[in-house]
C-alpha cells in the first residue's frame, strides 16, 4: 500500500523470528533492541536497503544491507 511515496509492510512470522534472531545475536553486543530489529528484519526479508544514522545497530547484521547517513 503506498501513501505519500511510502510503503506499509505486514509484520510476518518470517520478520518476528528473524528480529528474534538479531536481538540474540546483536542485544548486548550491539544494543539492538526489539523495535530496531523489526525495522531490520523487516528490510531483510524484503530485501531494502535500510537507510539510517545507526551504524552500531545496523552495519553488524550480515544479511541487512544498509547505507548510513549524518542527519
Known amino acids: 500500500m503506498r501513501d505519500g511515496g511510502f510503503s ?5 512470522e ?8 538479531y ?3 546483536y542485544g ?3 544494543g539492538l533492541r526489539a523495535g ?9 526479508e524484503h530485501s531494502l536497503v ?15 544491507e544498509t547505507r548510513v547517513f549524518k542527519p
Do not use: Q, W
Not at 36 to 44: E, K, S
Not at 50 to 64: E, M, P, Y
Open 50 to 64: 535500510l537507510c539510517t544514522s545507526n551504524a552500531k545497530h545496523f552495519g553488524v547484521i550480515r544479511d541487512l
Open 8 to 12: 506499509t509492510l505486514p509484520l510476518s
Open 36 to 44: 530496531g530489529a523489526i525495522v531490520a528484519a523487516t528490510a531483510a
Open 23 to 25: 536481538i540474540e545475536e
Open 14 to 21: 518470517n520478520i518476528g523470528y528473524r528480529a528474534a534472531v
Open 28 to 30: 548486548l553486543s550491539h
